[in-house]
């Protein structure tokens, strides 16, 4: 694979492929780690009167058939706000499209945004846990603090601000891999982003016309 699309990261001795299409790979445990996906989130704008296109739900589903085939996993890891709010008609479809990676585990770290009732996640294959450990890593939705484990949590939408020489200004979105917590950016459209300060010895890579680039910190 061409490493301007992923980059290997080395957390706690587990070895992660970072992709500019915004997905984790953790080669020990074979899994496809995608935080934020917030299906339903463009049905839920257009019934509330802000005209979002349907595309924009097939384009999640696209992007996330050519994350799993590109890796083949064992299992697939949402790791929080896979729904957006209440049932809408898009997580039906999102059921409908998970049918064809029935033998693919799946697992979902519940995130704030997740308050489908438990059978729409149990029809959908979908095992729901508040965490999930691979050795000395502690996969959350949101950031927590630990002594123990390495945390890697969504939630935040991660960006960076970039400024150039005549003061213009690019936001990106990013992973960010501190000394203690790192975080990966949201997978679904229309999600938006919060900017992270970026601290001294921290890593990491923006995602700038689908290619990862390591800015210096």
Not at 47 to 60: S, Y
Not at 142 to 166: K, Q, T
Not at 188 to 208: H, N, R, S
Request: charged share 25%; net charge negative; glycine share 6%.
């Amino acid at each position: 694979m061409d490493s301007r699309f992923f980059q290997e990261v080395v957390i706690n001795g587990e070895h992660l492929q970072i992709f500019a299409s915004k997905v984790v790979f953790h080669h020990e445990s074979q899994s496809l780690i995608i935080s934020d996906l917030h299906i339903g989130k463009a049905a839920h704008f257009r019934a509330n009167a802000i005209p979002i296109p349907t595309i924009a739900n097939k384009e999640n589903f696209w992007r996330l058939v050519e994350a799993i085939e590109k890796v083949n996993p064992r299992k697939l890891i949402f790791l929080g706000d896979l729904s957006h709010s209440k049932w809408n008609t898009e997580w039906d479809d999102f059921k409908d499209f998970l049918k064809q990676y029935d033998t693919v585990e799946k697992l979902l770290i519940k995130g704030n945004h997740d308050i489908l009732h438990s059978k729409e996640y149990e029809e959908a294959g979908i095992n729901v846990m508040p965490f999930w450990k691979t050795g000395k890593v502690l996969w959350t939705h949101e950031p927590i603090d630990s002594e123990e484990f390495y945390v890697i949590s969504g939630h935040l939408h991660p960006a960076v601000r970039l400024v150039g020489s005549a003061k213009q200004s690019l936001r990106l979105p990013c992973f960010c891999f501190g000394e203690r917590q790192g975080y990966i950016p949201a997978f679904g459209q229309f999600t938006g982003t919060a900017l992270y300060q970026p601290k001294e010895g921290d890593q990491i890579w923006v995602i700038a016309n689908d290619s990862l680039v390591k800015i210096p910190t």
